[in-house]
């Protein structure tokens, strides 16, 4: 490509014809860094926008009055390596059903779920909510049992965790 300088002399004079070569490799470049830096700069911005949807409530307004009567708390199953313990939080109704080291009575199991269930359905059957929690080392199968277990009584909501092994010594209500 070549570009040419008003008053540059053909033929008579002195100097040499002014032509010269323009490189248009930096201002593509320049260009294309700038074209990146605009994509990566909008995407950004669309990526950090939250969409909030935020009530403003008046700080002179007063509290909303408590519920007459605090939540249903979840049915627990906890699993250990020497009993299986059913009971509804806060409340003294504990079952422990044990027939051996890896052998458990799930007959026991659902008999205490459904004496807690019984209580459960009679204050609010839309809270029925379990929560199975086994101990480190207990086999997966038992965890399964236990929540096939929990499902068949119709606790559709069903929270499962996990924590360290735990003796019959330690076990609550005992």
């Known amino acids: ?23 248009l490799v930096p201002f593509i470049d320049l260009l294309s860094v700038n074209i990146t830096f605009l994509l990566v700069t909008a995407v950004w911005l669309q990526m950090s926008s939250l969409n909030t949807e935020q009530s403003i409530q008046d700080p002179n307004a007063p509290p909303p009055p408590p519920t007459e009567k605090p939540p249903t708390p979840p049915l627990t199953v906890h699993i250990t390596a020497d009993y299986i313990e059913v009971f509804r939080a806060y409340e003294n109704k504990t079952v422990v059903a044990s027939t051996g080291p890896d052998m458990y009575d799930w007959a026991q199991v659902e008999v205490a779920i459904e004496g807690i269930q019984k209580d459960i359905d009679e204050t609010d059957p839309a809270k029925m909510q379990a929560t199975i929690i086994t101990d480190d080392g207990i086999a997966y199968k038992h965890m399964i049992k236990a929540l096939d277990v929990s499902r068949d009584h119709g606790l559709s909501k069903t929270l499962l965790g996990g924590g360290p092994a735990t003796t019959a010594t330690a076990a609550p209500g005992k």
């Open 1 to 23: 490509m070549g570009g040419a300088l008003p008053g540059g002399g053909g033929g008579g004079g002195r100097g040499k014809g002014q032509n010269f070569e323009l490189n």
